[in-house]
């Protein structure tokens, strides 16, 4: 497995909860690292991401309430997110942009439930 998204779970509308994301030391040439999440019929959607630079981009809807940091001592990202709302109801996944081919890896995706 070369992500593992792990976190996920049932949480009361305006509760927090971290969702983390392992990658295998295996992986090489990563550029950039980020979120998605998709609900059933929907496309998946950006939710936040590191790009070049370090830079991070999020979406409007997530911004102020969800934070993308990342431990690269222990090969992790994160995606601290407050104020849930039912809105955010999805599975989350993980994703690193790699500069060879593949040139990128998903991880399994973990359910977030936000219950009103």
């Known amino acids: 497995v070369q992500l593992q998204a792990s976190g996920g779970g049932l949480v009361q509308a305006g509760e927090p909860l971290r969702l983390s994301c392992v990658f295998s030391t295996n992986i090489s040439g990563i550029w950039a690292m980020g979120w998605y999440r998709q609900v059933p019929g929907k496309e998946r959607d950006l939710v936040a991401q590191?790009?070049?630079?370090?830079?991070?981009v999020y979406a409007n809807s997530v911004k102020g309430r969800f934070t993308i940091s990342r431990d690269n001592t222990k090969n992790t990202m994160y995606l601290q997110m407050s104020s849930l709302e039912p809105e955010d109801t999805a599975v989350y996944y993980c994703?690193?942009?790699?500069?060879?081919?593949?040139?990128?890896?998903w991880g399994q995706g973990t359910l977030v439930t936000v219950s009103s």
């Open positions: 590191f790009t070049t630079g370090d830079r991070t």
């Open positions: 994703r690193v942009f790699v500069m060879k081919q593949p040139f990128e890896y």
